[in-house]
């Protein structure tokens, strides 16, 4: 079965701090898709990364395949980073999305 | 062109009453997706187009029907909803035979009275 696992699913951070969410997938999960969601709003597309890292501002994204396990870094959090982050990986032939729980981040200034 | 629009963003609805939730992308995506999302929850997928025919359904109650008209334009008719149907109504749309990276749309906000 494919799953998606994220922790923590709450994080509290002062502005400033360097936050990290991790995610860990099951065999059968071929890329992954870091997500955002503000209160009340849209998903967001931050990443998507079948390998090594990726960067965007502040945002950096990492992915081990070996270990099956994807980091999403965020340097110098800001109040403005306070929203929900979701892990997703894509599994099954029709490319279907298969979605961890959140991570509900609260950057307080 | 990277945008998936939705429309309307809220909508109050009764349960007697026939609406529809429209999902345009022109980014010349093949697939397309319905999810609803519940408060504090991830989304669920409802429904997944790929070049215009019915793929997936995801044992969706048929007071829920989806249509896709054509290639860029994703339609969701909704009769006769519950009030435990009230969500947020997500589309997504990927390219097949690239990465199936989604790109979502920001929602329709549905309550049902």
């Known amino acids: 079965k494919n799953e998606v696992e994220q922790s923590p699913q709450n994080l509290t951070a002062q502005e400033g701090e360097f936050i990290t969410i991790n995610c860990s997938y099951s065999?059968?999960?071929?890329?992954l898709h870091w997500l955002q969601q503000h209160p009340g709003g849209g998903i967001v597309s931050l990443f998507m990364?079948?390998?090594g890292k990726k960067k965007h501002g502040r945002l950096i994204a990492t992915i081990n395949i070996q270990e099956k396990h994807s980091s999403l870094h965020i340097t110098a959090s800001h109040p403005r980073d306070s929203a929900v982050y979701i892990c997703?990986?894509?599994?099954?032939?029709?490319?279907?999305?298969?979605f961890g729980k959140g991570t509900k981040l609260s950057v307080k200034p | 062109d990277t945008e998936v629009t939705q429309t309307p963003k809220h909508l109050v609805m009764g349960m007697t009453n026939k609406k529809s939730l429209k999902c345009e992308q022109h980014?010349?995506?093949?697939?397309m997706y319905w999810y609803k999302q519940k408060a504090k929850k991830p989304p669920e997928l409802m429904f997944v187009?790929?070049?215009?025919?019915?793929?997936i359904n995801e044992s969706v109650p048929s007071r829920f029907s989806p249509e896709c008209p054509n290639s860029s334009l994703l339609n969701l008719h909704l009769h006769a909803l519950q009030p435990e149907d009230s969500a947020l109504y997500l589309c997504?749309?990927?390219?097949?035979?690239?990465?199936?990276?989604?790109?979502f749309g920001p929602g329709t906000r549905l309550t049902v009275t």
């Open positions: 997504a749309s990927s390219q097949p035979t690239r990465s199936y990276e989604q790109y």
């Open positions: 997703a990986g894509y599994g099954g032939s029709q490319g279907n999305l298969i």
């Open positions: 187009y790929s070049y215009e025919k019915l793929s």
């Open positions: 990364l079948s390998s």
């Open positions: 065999v059968g999960i071929s890329a």
């Open positions: 980014m010349g995506h093949r697939a």
